[in-house]
């Protein structure tokens, strides 16, 4: 998973023709370190779609923008537009984020 760490950069890759996928999170964040224990393997499963992650302190206009309110979340954009959004608190098992990429990749 790749980070982004400048405005400008996010805004080029969500410009992606293919669904691409951004985490929202934080150093600091519990719920983000637990998500980190189980998401390796479902960056394999879904290997064909970039990964991408934001650090909410590093970018908050972003994640203002669009309406990141808790952490971890994770947005799919596609052509600049966001796509689908898993909020924080329906994302605290695999298999909720696994549910949540089957409907909308």
Known sequence: MESIHKIEEFEDVIQSSKP????????WCPDCRRMDMFIGDILEEYKD???YDINNDE??????????????????????DKIAHLHSANAKTPEEV????????
């Open 20 to 27: 691409i996928v951004i985490k929202f999170q934080a150093d």
């Open 98 to 105: 696994e549910e949540f990429l089957q409907i909308h990749l």
């Open 49 to 51: 779609y970039k990964w």
């Open 59 to 80: 970018l908050p206009e972003v994640a203002e923008k669009y309406e990141v309110m808790g952490i971890p979340s994770i947005l799919v954009f596609q052509e600049g």
